[in-house]
């Protein structure tokens, strides 16, 4: 069974803060891909990075930057300079194994200050 | 159109009632799924469809919903004598590859069900 936690339920930060939003994961697949997406209050999930199981390396794009270490089974992603327009819903996302579908997390609802 | 389109956005429905949710995927894409949002969770797996072929309904909560998509483009998920517990987000999800996990998908808005 694949599991996903996000244990951070809400975090509100003031603008230009940097903030991190924690994702620990489990699975019994070798291979697995992980995923974050971002949920604004129109309500469609937004793609935000994948990553396989493969690949430990440490990804910036931005303002965004994700930390995946295999050994505390967890991808963490952070926001560097916060913006007010950063406040939306974030989810975590695992799939693996024979699944095509999607696991998330219960997701950490994001507040930015202005 | 550019992404996946659901409708209707919003849908109240008398508990006992019959609904049905409607998803156009982006153009082309070969997979679809269905999600459940309830309020304040993460999605939770409905199903999945590649082309027209439903290969996986294990996430159906009873067999009072049913989904199709019988040309492989356009799917409605069917909720029959709907009861208080289905109220929630639908979310529909499409993406390009059907074989590989790997392929982010493509959501919709979604559409929030109330039942009264």
């Known amino acids: ?114 | 159109g550019a992404g996946v389109s659901q409708s209707p956005r919003y849908k109240v429905a008398k508990r006992g009632q019959d609904v049905a949710l409607r998803c156009d995927p982006i153009s082309g894409h070969v997979s679809l799924f269905w999600y459940q949002q309830a309020l304040g969770q993460g999605p939770e797996f409905l199903t999945y469809f590649q082309n027209e072929a439903q290969l996986d309904k294990s996430g159906l909560p009873s067999d009072r919903f049913f989904a199709e998509r019988p040309e492989g483009s356009v799917s409605t998920l069917k909720i029959q004598r709907t009861q208080q517990e289905d109220s929630a987000v639908y979310l529909c999800a499409s993406s390009s590859r059907g074989a590989r996990r790997d392929t982010e998908a493509f959501f919709g808005q979604g559409t929030r069900l109330t039942v009264v």
């Open chain 1, 1 to 114: 069974a694949q599991k996903v936690t996000q244990a951070q339920t809400e975090i509100s930060v003031v603008e230009k803060e940097d903030v991190t939003l924690d994702c620990v994961y489990e699975t019994r697949d070798t291979t697995y891909y992980l995923f974050w997406y971002k949920q604004p209050p129109s309500g469609e999930l937004v793609f935000l990075i994948r990553r396989n199981s493969f690949d430990e390396q440490n990804e910036i794009s931005g303002r965004y930057s994700w930390n995946f270490q295999k050994s505390t089974s967890s991808f963490n992603f952070t926001i560097t300079a916060s913006q007010v327009v950063d406040s939306a819903v974030y989810f975590c996302a695992l799939t693996g194994g024979s699944a095509r579908q999607l696991t998330f997390g219960s997701g950490t609802q994001l507040t930015v200050l202005p």
